[in-house]
């Protein structure tokens, strides 16, 4: 056995004796830290002769047009999570039970961001898009092959499922 793997094993020895909220605290002080939300891909139902659709937002903080999207709340479940904050930003309510998880569901940013992704869907033409004005300035159905100016992360993320300008940069 060499040097290092015996050191080693002393360490994970001297850990594993010591009690167990110091091997927490001290998990917690060497572990990455995440941020976790929740993103819903909403696209028209109603889509039969047309091309495919879906809501993006534009937002003050923004660079480009997002998808609905915010940060769970302390023991929140990511799908009501995603329900809630689709709710919140565009005034389209969809049962959580109705939405699917996307695959893969999470989609880590190298800024410690982990995004929980669901699709959903509803008839565009019944269903109004409602912002506040401050959060979010406005909300549109736009066809997947002829969208907006995204932000950054928007553009990864739709790129992930197939979608947008870099559906095929992997």
Same mark, same amino acid.
């Given at each position: 056995?060499?040097?290092? $793997?015996?050191?080693?094993?002393?360490?994970?020895? %001297?850990?594993?004796?010591?009690?167990?909220?110091? !091997?927490?605290?001290? #998990?917690?002080?060497?572990?990455? $830290?995440?941020?976790?939300?929740?993103? %819903?891909?909403?696209?028209?139902?109603?889509?039969?002769?047309?091309?495919?659709? &879906?809501?993006? &937002?534009?937002?003050?903080? !923004?660079?480009? *047009?997002?998808?609905? #999207?915010? &940060?769970? @709340? @302390?023991? /929140?479940?990511?799908?009501?999570?995603?329900?809630?904050?689709?709710?919140?930003?565009?005034?389209?309510?969809?049962?959580?039970?109705?939405?699917?998880? #996307?695959?893969?569901?999470?989609?880590?940013?190298?800024?410690?961001?982990?995004?929980?992704?669901?699709?959903?869907?509803?008839?565009?033409?019944?269903?109004?898009?409602?912002?506040?004005?401050? /959060?979010?300035?406005?909300? #549109? *159905?736009?066809?997947?092959?002829?969208?907006?100016?995204?932000?950054?992360?928007?553009?990864?993320?739709?790129? $992930?499922?197939?979608?947008?300008?870099?559906?095929?940069?992997?």
């Amino acid at each position: 056995m060499s040097f290092p $793997r015996r050191v080693r094993g002393l360490a994970y020895l %001297t850990f594993y004796r010591l009690p167990l909220p110091v !091997r927490r605290g001290l #998990a917690k002080l060497i572990s990455p $830290r995440y941020v976790v939300g929740a993103v %819903t891909i909403l696209r028209d139902s109603e889509v039969a002769d047309g091309p495919d659709r &879906l809501v993006l &937002l534009r937002q003050p903080h !923004r660079g480009g *047009w997002g998808l609905p #999207a915010g &940060l769970l @709340k @302390k023991h /929140e479940q990511p799908v009501v999570g995603a329900a809630r904050e689709l709710f919140e930003e565009t005034g389209v309510r969809v049962d959580p039970a109705d939405m699917t998880a #996307a695959s893969p569901n999470a989609v880590i940013h190298v800024v410690g961001v982990v995004d929980t992704v669901f699709l959903a869907s509803v008839p565009a033409s019944t269903t109004p898009l409602v912002v506040d004005g401050a /959060e979010v300035l406005e909300a #549109a *159905w736009f066809p997947v092959d002829d969208l907006p100016r995204l932000s950054a992360n928007t553009a990864l993320l739709l790129g $992930r499922y197939g979608i947008g300008p870099m559906a095929n940069a992997e």
